[in-house]
């Protein structure tokens, strides 16, 4: 029997509703069915139909269908996705509980909903780079965490280093970026500046290398490039994070100072000022920047590596505390509890690998760059240092620059 425009009944009749709420259910009931028992064009059609009515739903019938279709993995894409975008209270059963939500549509959902359906995406099983990427883009803590903290999501490099710059202002996450497999050395050594003690010192012990490989792999380039008198800047910056002399002979030689010792000797008798630490720095073979980045660390670690690379004592270590007007004794004639952290870092570090951290910070300090300048420069070649150098990343990281 067909039905006249003018014979439709009103919309809004208590009888109307009555038949309304009964077609929702039986579509449902359609589209919940097992595979075996409905045709797929069948379920697609009553979908499209569905969803249709949810268009203009109450609350109540979304809810009902979001808990029917919850466990229904092979219902159709559009209305799982339309019901994954509903308010939280509706959409948590289908982000919570169905595996059917393919990736492109949960990427859609993070994008334009809230932060607590990213928290519940981030939560989900099997999470790719790619999803992760445009959850982190948020620069949420609380679904960045819940990310970080999910077994089964894969990071990228650059979602990582997203995450790194949010743990700057929330550095909780630095715990859980230490535990991910996708963190590398230049990673954590960057998140060293802003990390607690105890991440500090298990990115020293974990991330630290000794760098023996390299050493021996490019013993042969040293005499080549004195020989050309290290005339390439990048090969001869890369080739001092390589070698295995940390001080500065040629400092020392110029030096109104002995050696690196009596510097420190110095300013621990006249107090650290900028023209002794930019000579210490020297020295100790590394840049201004760096030593500034050093003996302004609030927490003291960064001091212990660079005694130990450059082969100074543990006397020195005090007196270099002491030259930064920084106690080593506590008020009950204990080791001060800031500088016994700093010692103990000292004692567990090698000279090599206290060495490779020195120079991989001396290495990225002195690099500059902006990641959002983009990878094409003006003439229209790729500008591969950009968006590609660890040295140049690490910096912005550290620098904040965007």
Request: proline share 4%.
């Amino acid at each position: 029997m067909s039905i006249a425009a003018e014979n439709l009944p009103d919309l809004e009749s208590p009888a109307n509703s009555r038949a309304r709420d009964a077609l929702v259910r039986r579509l449902i009931d359609v589209i919940a069915m097992p595979s075996s028992n409905v045709p797929p064009q069948d379920r697609s059609m009553g979908a499209d139909i569905l969803l249709e009515l949810l268009f203009g739903a109450s609350q109540e019938e979304l809810l009902l269908c979001a808990r029917r279709l919850a466990d229904k993995s092979e219902a159709p894409r559009r209305l799982l996705r339309f019901l994954a975008c509903a308010p939280i209270d509706i959409a948590r059963n289908i982000l919570e509980k169905n595996d059917g939500v393919e990736e492109s549509d949960l990427a859609h959902v993070a994008t334009i909903t809230t932060p607590e359906h990213r928290l519940l995406i981030a939560q989900r099983k099997k999470i790719s780079a790619m999803l992760a990427d445009v959850l982190i883009e948020f620069r949420e803590p609380h679904v960045i965490g819940a990310l970080l903290r999910n077994k089964d999501s894969q990071l990228s490099d650059l979602g990582l280093d997203t995450a790194l710059e949010v743990s700057r202002e929330d550095t909780r996450l630095c715990r859980l970026l230490l535990d991910r497999p996708e963190l590398t050395p230049a990673h954590a050594m960057v998140m060293f500046w802003w990390a607690d003690a105890d991440v500090r010192r298990a990115i020293l012990t974990r991330h630290a290398a000794e760098r023996m490989e390299l050493i021996a792999a490019c013993s042969d380039v040293f005499p080549m490039m004195a020989a050309e008198g290290w005339s390439d800047p990048n090969a001869r910056k890369a080739m001092q994070l390589i070698e295995r002399r940390q001080r500065n002979r040629e400092a020392i030689e110029k030096s109104e100072f002995v050696n690196l010792e009596h510097a420190v000797e110095m300013a621990a008798k006249r107090g650290m000022n900028a023209k002794l630490a930019q000579e210490i720095g020297y020295l100790a073979g590394v840049k201004p920047i760096t030593i500034a980045k050093l003996l302004s660390d609030k927490g003291g670690e960064g001091i212990s590596v660079l005694c130990k690379a450059t082969g100074l004592k543990t006397a020195y270590l005090k007196l270099m505390w002491r030259a930064l007007r920084r106690p080593t004794d506590g008020e009950d004639g204990e080791p001060d509890p800031i500088f016994r952290r700093v010692l103990h870092c000292y004692q567990i570090l090698s000279v090599a690998k206290a060495q490779t951290v020195l120079r991989y910070w001396n290495w990225s300090l002195s690099s500059a760059y902006s990641p959002s300048s983009g990878l094409v420069e003006d003439n229209g070649e790729l500008a591969v240092d950009s968006g590609y150098s660890a040295a140049k990343k690490t910096a912005s990281l550290l620098f904040g620059g965007r």
